[in-house]
């Protein structure tokens, strides 16, 4: 496997069910597949283990962000591309996070997917919990999610095949 001359984060945005994890694993493979080595740090995965200390109030998301980011900064600074695939829906800690990783090194996407479509999709049954009072604190629900203003780019996962969106992710 040979090593990226410099690389690369690619910070997934979205609500949940947008197709962020989806996404990252076609971008890893597609990396991967180029000899480039990758790592996919996905939001739901870090709160099974090294989150798994963290709640969902703001103080503990941005937490959950920062985290991911220190990983993604390790990986980078290891020649190691890494794809980060989480809802992270506050954009000050965004921002920190890309300080954080570097902004030169990182692309912010927002996968844009409507909520509409999120909610028909809801592949862990987080939106029908959260419309029916058993979970709080659901993005795009009950706690706000605040759309970066100008990705790197925008996918909607509902109007964009995956092998398109890929391309479109190695070429941003």
């Known amino acids: 496997m040979k090593k ?13 069910g947008a197709g962020k994890t989806t996404l990252a694993q076609a971008l890893a493979a597609a990396l991967r597949e180029r000899g480039e080595p990758a790592c996919v ?3 739901d995965e870090l709160r099974t283990g090294l989150c798994k200390d963290l709640g969902f109030d703001e103080a503990s ?24 695939a989480m809802v992270s829906p506050a954009a000050p800690a965004r921002a920190a996070a890309y ?4 902004v030169d090194r990182c692309k912010e996407v ?7 479509v999120c909610e028909k999709r809801d592949p862990k049954g987080l939106y029908a919990r959260a419309r029916a009072n058993q979970l709080t604190q659901m993005t795009g629900i ?7 203003g100008s990705p790197a780019l925008r996918i909607d996962t509902s109007q964009t095949d995956l092998q398109v969106a890929v391309q479109q992710l190695l070429r941003a």
């Open 99 to 102: 300080a954080t990783i570097g």
């Open 142 to 148: 009950h706690a706000g999610y605040e759309a970066p």
């Open 41 to 43: 740090i996905d939001g």
């Open 110 to 116: 927002h996968v844009s997917t409507p909520l509409e």
């Open 61 to 84: 998301r941005a937490e959950n962000v920062r985290r991911a980011a220190h990983m993604a900064q390790l990986l980078n600074a290891n020649a190691i591309h890494a794809v980060v």
């Open 4 to 16: 990226p001359e410099t690389a690369t984060t690619w910070w997934l945005t979205g609500l949940p």
